[in-house]
Nanobody, 126 residues
Framework: QVRLVESGGGLVQAGDSLRLSCAASGSSSSRYAMGWFRQAPAKEREFVAAITWLGGSTRYADSVKGRFTISRDNGKNTVYLQMNSLKPEDTAVYFC???????????????????WGQGTQVTVSS
């Protein structure tokens, strides 16, 4: 069992940067593959980025590729999402998620994840 807590969201202007953090507790996050998802008002939750449990492989949604970077620090039980060149369409609640399957390919489907954080709001003004 692992508990995930996101932080780092806020209100920024288009072109700004934010770094989200997801701290895991209750079990070492190094055992888990991690992902970031987001959900905008009146829209379904969508995949943003994912990283394997050892951090050797990452995947990104096309909409954020080249602007967002996912990384992890297993010593700190924390996963990060560095978001650069933010756009108004990035506005959403961002969730981190975890699963314990040690796949070599990052998981992009929300149904693949067993644990979820409560989310952190990111608002990008134009």
């Amino acid at each position: 069992q692992v508990r995930l807590v996101e932080s780092g969201g806020g209100l920024v202007q288009a072109g700004d940067s934010l770094r989200l953090s997801c701290a895991a507790s209750g079990s070492s996050s190094s055992r888990y593959a991690m992902g970031w998802f987001r959900q905008a008002p009146a829209k379904e939750r969508e995949f943003v980025a994912a990283i394997t449990w050892l951090g050797g492989s990452t995947r990104y949604a096309d909409s954020v590729k080249g602007r967002f970077t996912i990384s992890r620090d297993n010593g700190k039980n924390t996963v990060y999402l560095q978001m650069n060149s933010l756009k108004p369409e990035d506005t959403a609640v961002y969730f981190c998620a975890a699963h314990a399957r040690r796949a070599s390919v990052p998981s992009t489907g929300s149904h693949e994840y067993d644990y979820w954080g409560q989310g952190t709001q990111v608002t990008v003004s134009s």
